[in-house]
């Protein structure tokens, strides 16, 4: 099944600039990225960031302000704000040997990082992965895991797969099969997410009053550390 899937990725896989690098820190960033934003919009974002942070020590010294202003349209702004402390922690200590111990790093995130940077024999199982790994009940090693990532993004998708074009369909198990929505996802407009990103963004051009913003929003951003309250006034964190 492995050399199947292997064969199909050198002709269909997605050629993402972060799979072109071994350094661990654009790693880190491309897969914080990816957590919650899809790919298309991560591609420039990344670029743009490592053109401006090159290295871990680069954005450890960076005004955490400046970080979470790189990072607006991005969505889920926590992101930036557990980057800035993950690349402080690198910068003063170096790279921990289980890098979930890093702020905003889970099982996922270290295991890719693991694998992609320091060749590490882990498979990271994201959702794409998960499902195809339970479909088709295969067993793969890492040298699988790009190859996987792109499969489950293209074709072995979530509702309807599309088996007739996929290279594992001979001994899938689930070929043919069609699969209901796990969960709905929760519309972006009037969400309590949105009010936050709208908070957000009128503090990121400069110190606001606090009686022109949404005030539970901005509680909610000063808990997470994205926002300082000074009084009446808010503002980025230094
Ligand atoms: S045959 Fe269908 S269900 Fe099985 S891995 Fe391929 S796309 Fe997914």
Redesign the pocket.
């Known amino acids: 099944m492995e050399s199947a899937l292997l064969a199909w990725y050198v002709e269909h896989g997605r050629d993402l600039p972060w799979r072109r690098t071994r350094d661990p820190y654009a790693i880190l960033v491309s897969e914080v990225m990816l957590q919650q934003t899809q790919v298309g919009r991560v591609v420039p974002r990344w670029q743009a960031w490592l053109e401006r942070w090159p290295t871990v020590e680069a954005l450890a010294a960076a005004p955490l302000a400046e970080v979470i202003r790189a990072w607006q349209g991005l969505g889920y702004n926590r992101r930036a704000v557990s980057l800035h402390r993950a690349a402080a922690r690198v910068a003063a200590g170096g790279w921990p040997d289980d890098l979930s111990e890093l702020p905003g790093v889970g099982r996922y995130t270290a295991d890719a990082v693991s694998a992609f940077a320091w060749g590490r024999n882990v498979l990271p199982v994201d959702t794409n992965v998960r499902?195809?790994l339970e479909?088709?009940a295969g067993r793969f090693g890492s040298a699988a895991a790009q190859a996987l990532f792109d499969?489950g993004a293209t074709?072995?998708?979530a509702r309807v797969?599309?088996?007739g074009i996929?290279?594992?369909?001979q001994g899938?198990p689930?070929?043919?099969?069609r699969f209901e929505p796990l969960r709905k996802q929760t519309p972006f407009a009037g969400s309590f997410r949105e009010r936050r990103a709208r908070a957000l963004r009128s503090v990121a051009v400069g110190p606001t009053r606090l009686g022109e913003l949404d005030e539970e929003a901005v509680g909610a951003l000063a808990r997470d550390g994205l926002v300082r309250v000074d009084g009446e006034v808010v503002s980025l964190p230094a």
């Open positions: 499902r195809v479909r088709t499969l074709v072995c998708l797969p599309r088996c996929c290279p594992l369909a899938c689930s070929r043919g099969s």
